[in-house]
């Protein structure tokens, strides 16, 4: 497993006084995979990456990364991972040169090496401003670019990533993909929470937290099977006392999910025999359409739906 | 030199100097406070408003009160009243010479020569002030006209003040504010470049990478003592050209030891900014310690007058043996046993500041 695994968590409990943000986690994370890790806020997932970068000590459990536990110390898990936090982490006062300079400074490189490796990066991030630049300049998009070039600047095996695209543009977080698809094919391992569900289903595998608990880890169309055995039902308001009846609809018992999707629903079927007979009805006030479940679904059901205690 | 080291020194003096505020707060606004506090601190009692209370032929009364104007700390006050009493109470005179019936000369010439000074004491520093000016014409005044004893005195005073002959409160108050504000700058910019660390989220990247703790520690306060000791000399100057602040010790001594006062300084915001979360609480921890620190320091009350427990706080306090050391050295020439005692319990101060901030200093959140 050692062989293959860039990250292996075993039984990972963190405390904070009384309070557990973390609950008996167990999960690996393949060499060069892109692995979503999901959940609600709070759920524990910065605070699952903090553990794995080295920046929390874990109550309980036991936690290697590329090979080291942080009983080994945590300076050389420190040089194996890049660190990309939910804050902008670059400096605003300072030009786009003068933060890699000072992040190449904290991983002590060789200027040489450092030129280099920061060259590279800027042209892989198609970076085409000059280097004086201020970051207080740049677009949120560009910015986010920039900081995942300084977390690559010491060239880690593996990249956490902890909601890298939160409050940029759809079109930034297309570009950010291509460059986290590119980094898994140079053989980067890359962890990475999100709350978009579209950059979740680009994930190799995810793992689903809530409450500090992992509650499902497998790949995002296993889940979707696995979460959805029965086709989905996608319901489209075609009278406008349509949404009056769902209440009554709801507590027949027909419906083990039955949650707002924009204008339209999703449903999902838990016992055929009262769906039968309420289907008719259904007819009269909706468009009924079978669709394949997005990961969406998968996430209201387990993480949002279960959460609020909402299984109906 | 360590890379980390200098990869932070680089980064926090762009930081500083770049915007324009705090290269105001740290070049402009020392001079400003000096000039204000040299200027407004000030012991020497001025401007005076004296009145006066006699008959026309009052010779020697009317000698008094003319080398009283002459002196330059009084001035002629408004003789609209007719009450001495009225003078002071409408704020036309804060002192009044009052003769005796008869007049002051005939008076002296009787054999009881009793003259009266009304002073308005609201300000009682000011009042003790001009009880001694005008004891101190006085003086002057029957001497020169021998009024009392035509023979010399057997003993007379030769009074010499040395190190502040003219004992111009500025000569000894700007040393003192040069302290403070050297203190000021240190504490607060290290602390709250700590702090706006934590509060931008970038502290978590600095502790994310591999660097150990006393990297971050010098990383962040080494530029600021170097910072601070680079604005001694500019205070220095303009101390020197505004007050005429005289420089009889060595530079040499007052560089080292402003260098260890700035270290001590430094650990103190160090220290500081293990306890703030933001800038804010920065802030206001750097004033906490300051205020008191101010009044406890000897700059502008005398720590030997002091309560017991108020001067056992005093001799906590590092600015106390600061402005002390610079007193000395710019006033007197500098006593080595002085100078090195104040530096030693200045050194041990930022060792304890130092240990206690690096084991409260964590490298990871907890």
């Not at chain 2, 014409?137 to 010399?152: A, E, H, K, Y």
Request: hydrophobic share 45%; net charge neutral.
């Amino acid at each position: 497993m050692a062989d293959t695994s860039a990250v292996e968590v075993n039984g990972l409990w963190v405390k904070y006084g009384d309070f557990a943000a973390v609950r008996n986690v167990t999960f690996s994370v393949v060499r060069g995979e892109i692995f979503g890790f999901l959940g609600a806020n709070g759920a524990g997932k910065t605070t699952t990456i903090r553990v794995l970068c080295g920046l929390l000590t874990p109550t309980e459990g036991t936690v290697r990364v590329c090979d080291l536990s942080p009983q080994d110390g945590l300076l050389p898990i420190k040089r194996k991972v890049g660190y990309m936090s939910q804050k902008f982490t670059l400096y605003n006062d300072l030009s786009v040169g003068e933060n890699l300079d000072f992040t190449a400074s904290l991983h002590k490189l060789d200027p040489a090496v450092y030129r280099k490796q920061r060259d590279e990066l800027l042209r892989f991030i198609a970076f085409d401003r000059p280097l004086n630049t201020m970051v207080l300049d740049l677009p949120g998009g560009i910015k986010q670019q920039v900081s995942l070039a300084a977390s690559l600047l010491h060239n880690p095996e593996v990249i956490f990533l902890d909601e890298p695209t939160a409050g940029v543009t759809p079109a930034a977080r297309v570009r950010f993909w291509e460059l986290i698809r590119q980094l898994a094919g140079l053989g980067k391992t890359i962890f990475v929470t999100t709350h978009y569900m579209d950059e979740a289903e680009q994930c190799q595998r995810v793992a689903l937290m809530r409450d500090g608990e992992l509650i499902a880890i497998d790949t995002p169309a296993n889940l979707k099977k696995s979460t959805f055995p029965q086709p989905l039902l996608e319901l489209e308001p075609t009278t406008k006392t349509a949404t009056t009846k769902i209440a009554e609809w709801k507590s027949s018992g027909a419906f083990d999910l039955f949650e707002p999707y924009g204008i339209r629903y999703h449903a999902s079927v838990a016992d055929q025999k009262i769906w039968k007979a309420i289907e008719a009805d259904v007819e009269q006030h909706f468009h009924i359409k079978s669709i394949k479940p997005s990961l969406e679904d998968v996430f209201i059901r387990l993480v949002e739906g279960k959460s609020h205690g909402a299984s109906i | 030199m360590n890379r980390t080291i200098l990869g932070f020194l680089k980064k926090e003096f762009v930081q500083t100097l770049r915007d324009p505020r705090m290269r105001m707060l740290l070049f402009l606004a020392p001079i400003i406070q000096l000039t204000l506090f040299g200027v407004a601190i000030s012991n020497d009692i001025k401007n005076v408003r004296l009145g006066v209370f006699m008959q026309p032929q009052d010779t020697v009364l009317q000698h008094i009160y003319d080398r009283c104007l002459a002196s330059g700390w009084f001035i002629p006050a408004p003789s609209s009243q007719t009450d001495p009493y009225q003078q002071i109470q409408s704020g036309d005179a804060e002192a009044v010479l009052v003769a005796p019936e008869g007049g002051l000369t005939r008076s002296i010439y009787r054999g009881d020569g009793q003259l009266q000074l009304l002073v308005n004491a609201t300000n009682a520093v000011r009042a003790q002030g001009i009880e001694q000016y005008v004891n101190t014409v006085i003086g002057l005044v029957t001497s020169d006209m021998n009024l009392f004893s035509p023979v010399t005195p057997p003993v007379q005073l030769d009074f010499r003040i040395f190190y502040n002959p003219t004992m111009e409160t500025a000569v000894y108050m700007v040393p003192g504010v040069m302290c403070l504000l050297v203190c000021l700058l240190t504490i607060v910019l290290t602390s709250m470049s700590i702090s706006r660390e934590k509060e931008a989220g970038t502290f978590e990247m600095l502790i994310a990478a591999p660097v150990k703790p006393w990297e971050v520690i010098l990383g962040k306060t080494l530029p600021y003592v170097l910072l601070g000791v680079s604005n001694i000399p500019l205070i220095l100057i303009a101390a020197q050209t505004l007050f005429a602040v005289p420089m009889k010790g060595s530079l040499l001594v007052l560089g080292l030891s402003s260098l260890v006062f700035v270290c001590t300084t430094v650990s103190v915001g160090l220290l500081i900014s293990t306890f703030a979360r933001d800038q804010q609480q920065s802030m206001m921890g750097g004033f906490l310690f300051l205020f008191p620190a101010n009044l406890l320091s000897g700059m502008m009350f005398p720590v030997e007058n002091m309560p017991e427990v108020l001067k056992n706080l005093a001799y906590l306090n590092p600015l106390m043996y600061f402005v002390a050391i610079l007193r000395n050295i710019t006033l007197k020439g500098g006593e080595a046993h002085l100078i090195l005692h104040h530096l030693a319990i200045l050194s041990l101060m930022a060792g304890i500041c130092m240990v206690v901030s690096f084991r409260r200093f964590n490298t990871t959140l907890q």
